[in-house]
């Protein structure tokens, strides 16, 4: 190598040093903000069974950091082995987790807080080469994703709590409302789906292949609440014919009857937003709900869920190249002007929003605001191999689980591309999840 070769690889593994830094650093002020906004009973207390205390993911977020860069990258030995298995996700289901034992809320910060400066130290050290796992950071990477899906979980959490709001964050810039086509057709053909580059996608990403997809047309923006109260109006919810048989016997045991967090006051829906009882935002897309309801509202439009793999290709695929970005706009990391992300702001964005991130094609707003549901099962991609534990992505395979796609306002960029894959019962609606819809070329 030469002298210049050894300056520009010096250079870079600088560069990526620094980007691993900022990305640990943004998680932790993000997981300080969601465990120091309320008082230590909020902290322990479980807000819903189907979510942890607070604490337990403050621990929780330190034990992995420990287990993944400690031990296995750094070769340590373990801090506080005694509650490996308290901090498991696979060993004790959520609704369990306030009985057990757990690191009283100053204790976890203190576990928390020495992890991450022996972990920092560790990262001033590192040549990034030698496996899989230290290869472009991939360990560093994966922990600063991991800690920013608990920090959104947290969130879903703090919107689950009952009492005053515990955090603020500015409204979104007024905006005129959208005035753009309704729907844009996507052209068939193959593209590539998935990713073998990028350095720090998870197992589900992997890998790239080639994907045939017909033609279709998609919705320029995600279903929005003023299009959603109309089902509503049209008896959405009262009429069978809409609902898929699994999806009518849940509706009825349920009694459900409009988004989580909604509720009826004469002639205005109200909802329920992080302690803030408002009018539900006609702009705004549709949030909270599950996919039954986005599968019934489709139906009822006289439409249906994008396929996976037509979302994917809608976000990814510039038909003047041929190529799949990584993100709707091109391969820049995201920015304020591309998308709402970050915790940024505590909703959606008005639908439209965000032109500098839209497809080639016209499509918006398929990075940030909600999580879209499809209508696709979780499947592994051909070649599909875990990596680097089985439990990420493996033991959800099967018809069980609906994937989501595109990220919400409470996921950070680091969480978040055009092959990012998320997934759940299609019973949840605790999530940040709303959606788009589509129709075949021939529909």
Avoid at 142 to 158: N, V
Avoid at 277 to 303: I, M, Q
Avoid at 338 to 355: D, E, M, T, W
Wanted: net charge negative; charged share 25%.
């Amino acid at each position: 190598m030469t002298a210049q070769e050894s300056g520009t690889a010096a250079a870079g593994t600088e560069t990526l040093r620094e980007r691993l830094l900022a990305s640990l650093v943004t998680a932790r002020a993000r997981t300080t903000l969601l465990t120091s906004c309320v008082e230590e009973p909020d902290l322990t207390a479980q807000h819903s069974p189907l979510m942890s205390p607070l604490v337990w993911d403050l621990a929780h977020i330190g034990n992995q950091e420990e287990l993944w860069l400690l031990r296995n990258v750094g070769g340590r030995e373990p801090m506080r082995p005694e509650i490996d298995g308290l901090y498991d996700a696979f060993e004790h289901p959520r609704s369990e987790r306030p009985s057990l034992p757990l690191l009283p809320p100053e204790e976890a910060r203190r576990y928390a807080a020495e992890v991450r400066g022996r972990a920092l130290d560790l990262l001033e050290g590192a040549d990034f080469e030698g496996t899989r796992l230290t290869e472009a950071g991939f360990a560093f990477g994966m922990i600063a994703q991991h800690e920013q899906q608990h920090d959104e979980t947290m969130l879903i959490t703090h919107q689950l709590r009952t009492g005053p709001t515990a955090l603020t964050a500015p409204g979104h810039r007024p905006a005129p409302p959208y005035a753009g086509p309704a729907e844009v057709l996507v052209p068939g053909g193959p593209f590539t789906m998935g990713t073998s580059t990028e350095p720090w996608a998870l197992d589900n990403e992997r890998p790239a292949h080639v994907r045939e997809v017909a033609p279709f047309w998609i919705d320029t923006v995600p279903v929005s609440n003023a299009a959603y109260q109309a089902f509503i109006a049209d008896g959405g919810y009262d009429t069978e014919r809409w609902w898929t048989p699994e999806g009518w016997a849940h509706l009825r045991r349920n009694s459900l009857t409009a988004p989580l967090y909604w509720h009826r006051e004469g002639d205005q829906w109200l909802r329920r937003r992080f302690g803030v009882t408002e009018v539900v935002p006609p702009e705004e897309p549709v949030l909270h709900v599950c996919w039954y309801e986005a599968d019934a509202y489709a139906r009822w439009a006289g439409r249906r869920l994008p396929t996976e793999a037509e979302w994917e290709k809608a976000a990814r695929h510039d038909p003047a190249t041929g190529r799949s970005s990584r993100y709707p706009w091109g391969d820049a990391e995201p920015g304020p002007d591309h998308a709402n992300l970050g915790q940024r702001h505590l909703s959606p964005a008005p639908v439209g929003s965000y032109p500098a991130g839209e497809s080639p094609l016209g499509v918006r707003q398929l990075i940030g605001d909600v999580w879209e549901w499809t209508s696709s099962d979780l499947a592994p991609y051909p070649g599909f191999a875990a990596f680097p534990y089985r439990e990420y992505s493996k033991v959800f395979f099967g018809p069980e689980y609906k994937v989501l796609r595109g990220g919400s306002f409470a996921v950070d960029a680091v969480a978040c591309r055009g092959t990012f894959r998320n997934w759940d019962y299609p019973i949840r609606r605790q999530i940040f999840s709303g959606f788009r819809t589509a129709r075949s070329e021939t529909a």
